[in-house]
């Protein structure tokens, strides 16, 4: 929120009005960036912050970041004067920079300018900047004012200002490996595999949150804040985020009430309630909504603004986080109490079926049935794990059968599927091991732990019946089309479709165009009609020596990273659920394969084998 967005809608820029904007948005669970005040003064910043501080619903806030003497730089004596006196009026009761970030709004989305080094030194500057404040109180003797304190608040200032989050909106790039930054990529590219690991390993190395946005793009099936998308894609963005360990979600702004880009110039004058696209038509940008959540109240009368649906449907996804957030502390807890090591029970590995309904990946279903079943599934999760049969149940995978884990206090007798189980110990309780065969038009999982007048019980549907639909123990089979230049052949001692990736291209167009993949017909999968599929898996080996990343698509735009003489399990579900997108009226499954590397250099030739292919088909 920006003091021109204000008066463009209100003709009212006052801090009373930015008041208004913040005091609502943190009606809806929601921060904004800039706390008001902060354009003014670092000590008005203090004022406000003093003010909201206790505020259950104020957990950020971004320092200022104003630009430098060009694009990608930072004006750092700017922002030394605010980080500076935000740590001089600090004290062991309340450390202004435990909540604060720094988004670099001066190197916004640095990869449509090329300007990837830039912002390297622009962010190790500010970090400079970071240590330098730091070095500069203890030669003050800022800390002696605090008497028996100073040494546990000198620690805890320290440690804020020299951990402070550098947000930048790019995705993770080998130009940044040894850069400390937070990287802030687009909804989207939490998609790949590859990239969502190298995302996680560099911002734990560095002790850094994940963030994501959108911002015009990326669009449907991928989540939203568009007002021509469905709302549905607003609230899963809560379900993502906890799926994928994302802390940080970046709004690009809330109240844009003008035109960045019309047809007469920028910063053009709009009636708010009659123009949707802020971005400007001559930009086509086709994103309705993009950079408001509200609407101004002066041309009604109201003092304060009108939430639209989206920024309602925002709030919601933010009580369902809270709500897996629950869960998440609950099986916390578990972990110790059945002596299991450290993210055993994360949700990522125990609600895998539930997060599946939402959407897969990161494209959403705009079903809202699913998410309001997925909501009862978390509570009654939470509800089982707070009984006293502390019951948890994970799903290991499925297959040709369906493999759980089971944990139950002690003094339970437990039934897996009407048969009474024995469990081995687990800390202060017992684990059950159960496989499932899958042989079935509906295959359940059921679990009932009983302790006299006590008992609990859970179900789940697992699968349909899961057949082997390929036969490769063959040496010819048909349905099958590759790219340009790959090869394939049926190896029947293996019982695997073995082939040959062959890159192409001389040019940059040709290279950065082209993608070698290799097709199998839904006939050879025995499939008339991809919207009566529940399942396929299968698995993919590398038996080259180059890492490579697939593409799964037609039926799912699924990335998996394969290493180099290793494999992968793919399994590609709900695929008949999936209305939402094409994939049901889709022909073939197609796995699509890099065709340069990063340096858009052309990757070599590479082997690869897939085993048999099962599936299991809609009831």
């Not at 440690?159 to 990529?185: E, G, K, M, W």
Request: glycine letters at 6%; hydrophobic letters at 30%; charged letters at 25%.
């Amino acid at each position: 929120a920006y003091p021109k967005d204000y008066l463009f809608g209100e003709i009212d820029s006052t801090f009373e009005m930015q008041e208004k904007y913040f005091e609502t948005m943190l009606d809806y669970k929601l921060c904004v960036g800039y706390i008001p005040g902060t354009e003014y003064s670092p000590e008005r910043m203090v004022e406000s912050l003093d003010k909201y501080w206790n505020h259950p619903n104020f957990t950020t806030y971004s320092l200022p970041s104003m630009q430098g003497y060009s694009r990608d730089t930072v004006n750092i004596r700017y922002y030394k004067q605010y980080l500076k006196y935000l740590a001089k009026a600090s004290s062991p009761n309340r450390n202004y920079l435990e909540k604060a970030v720094n988004y670099v709004l001066p190197c916004d989305e640095p990869w449509a300018r090329n300007s990837m080094e830039t912002v390297k030194n622009t962010v190790a500057a500010l970090q400079k900047t970071d240590r330098e404040v730091a070095a500069e109180l203890e030669k003050e003797n800022f800390y002696a004012q605090f008497g028996d304190r100073a040494a546990s608040f000198k620690t805890e200032l320290e440690n804020s200002l020299n951990n402070i989050q550098h947000i930048i909106t790019d995705q993770y790039r080998s130009v940044y490996a040894d850069s400390d930054l937070t990287f802030c990529p687009t909804f989207d590219k939490y998609e790949s595999e590859t990239m969502v690991e190298n995302l996680k390993l560099h911002s734990a190395e560095h002790g850094n949150d994940l963030w994501w946005y959108g911002c015009v793009n990326p669009k449907y099936p991928y989540p939203t804040y568009h007002i021509d998308d469905s709302l549905i894609g607003a609230r899963a963005v809560g379900w993502m985020q906890k799926q994928y360990g994302i802390k940080g979600n970046l709004f690009w702004d809330i109240n844009t009430y003008h035109q960045w880009f019309s047809d007469v110039g920028t910063d053009t004058a709009i009636d708010p309630y009659e123009e949707p696209n802020r971005i400007g038509w001559s930009y086509r940008a086709d994103a309705n909504g993009d950079g408001y959540f509200f609407y101004p109240g002066k041309k009604y009368g109201s003092k304060t603004p009108f939430p639209s649906l989206r920024l309602m449907t925002i709030r919601d996804g933010n009580d369902d986080y809270d709500l897996l957030s629950e869960l998440e502390r609950t099986y916390g807890e578990l972990e110790v109490y059945y002596g299991l090591p450290s993210g055993t029970l994360s949700l990522s590995k125990t609600l895998g079926t539930v997060f599946d309904k939402i959407g897969i990946d990161v494209q959403y279903s705009s079903d809202a049935e699913r998410i309001y079943a997925a909501r009862r599934t978390v509570a009654n999760l939470i509800r089982l794990a707070d009984s006293d049969a502390k019951l948890v149940v994970i799903n290991d995978g499925i297959g040709q059968n369906a493999d759980y884990r089971v944990f139950v206090a002690n003094g339970y007798e437990v039934r897996l599927n009407s048969a009474a189980a024995d469990g081995a110990k687990s800390g202060n309780g017992k684990v059950y091991e159960y496989s499932l065969a899958l042989d079935k038009a509906d295959n359940y999982f059921e679990v009932e732990a009983v302790n006299g007048e006590d008992s609990v019980k859970y179900t789940e549907r697992a699968s349909g019946k899961v057949e082997k639909v390929t036969d490769f123990s063959h040496s010819t089979t048909g349905g099958i089309t590759t790219s340009k230049g790959t090869t394939y052949s049926v190896n029947a001692s293996n019982g695997t479709l073995d082939f040959t990736v062959v890159s192409y291209g001389n040019k940059l167009s040709e290279l950065m165009s082209f993608a070698p993949y290799l097709s199998i017909d839904k006939s050879t999968l025995g499939v008339t009609d991809f919207s009566k599929v529940e399942y396929l898996s299968f698995t993919l080996y590398n038996n080259s020596d180059t890492e490579s990343e697939a593409i799964v698509s037609q039926l799912q735009l699924k990335r998996v990273k394969v290493g180099a003489h290793a494999s992968v399990d793919i399994l590609i579900k709900d695929i008949g659920d999936r209305d939402w997108s094409d994939c049901t009226k889709a022909d073939k499954l197609t796995i699509k394969f890099e065709n340069v590397d990063e340096n858009s250099q052309k990757l070599p030739d590479r082997e690869f084998a897939i085993s048999e292919i099962y599936r299991s088909l809609k009831n």
